[in-house]
């Protein structure tokens, strides 16, 4: 990929942005909504991703019908300065934990955590309490989520955020 700076203009935005409510859409139909023929977008979105600015497409699943109904965000503190490609390496080895970033702050990295029941994200917590330099954690149990059209809450973008009547129709 060349990651380098090119145009992006309104155009570009609207293209984005009809990615991001649905991923699916065609060129055809992204065209039609802004106003570009089918090979334009096309066009546009392979620039954008040669340049990096589109860097995947993907599918946004709700957690609870893949059986993980219990959440959490985790803290990591680390004995010394546990380097972040150290961490990464853990973290890749729990299919449980979504998302990890090393963080600013007390802490040295912020998990989200999914598990089926409490029971097995207490079993992930020891397990990944016995990484030889993590020194604690903190957890945070997820009770709801407040932006249902979230990509953690599992719910499809498309709906504006806040409209929980077309969230709870799907």
């Known amino acids: 990929m060349a990651n380098q700076s090119a145009p992006f203009d309104d155009l570009d935005r609207k293209i984005v942005a ?13 065209g039609a909504a802004i106003g570009l023929s089918a090979s ?20 946004t699943v709700r957690p609870a019908a893949l059986g993980w109904r219990t959440e959490a965000y985790v803290e990591v503190y680390c004995d010394s300065a546990a380097p972040p490609r150290r961490l990464a390496e853990v973290v890749r080895s729990y299919p449980e934990i979504t ?15 999914m598990a089926r029941d409490v029971e097995h994200f207490e079993e992930v917590l020891e397990r990944i309490r016995t990484e030889p330099f993590i020194r604690k954690t903190i957890s945070y149990m997820v009770l709801s989520h407040l932006i249902a059209g979230s990509a953690e809450a599992g719910a499809s973008p498309s709906a504006p955020p806040g409209d929980l009547d077309a969230m709870n129709d799907r």
């Open 18 to 30: 009809a990615l991001v409510a649905n991923a699916r859409a065609s060129f055809t139909e992204i």
């Open 40 to 59: 334009a977008v096309k066009r546009r979105v392979d620039r954008m991703r040669e340049n990096d600015v589109i860097t995947g497409f993907t599918t």
């Open 99 to 113: 998302a990890a970033m090393t963080v600013t702050g007390g802490a040295d990295a912020l998990l989200h955590v």
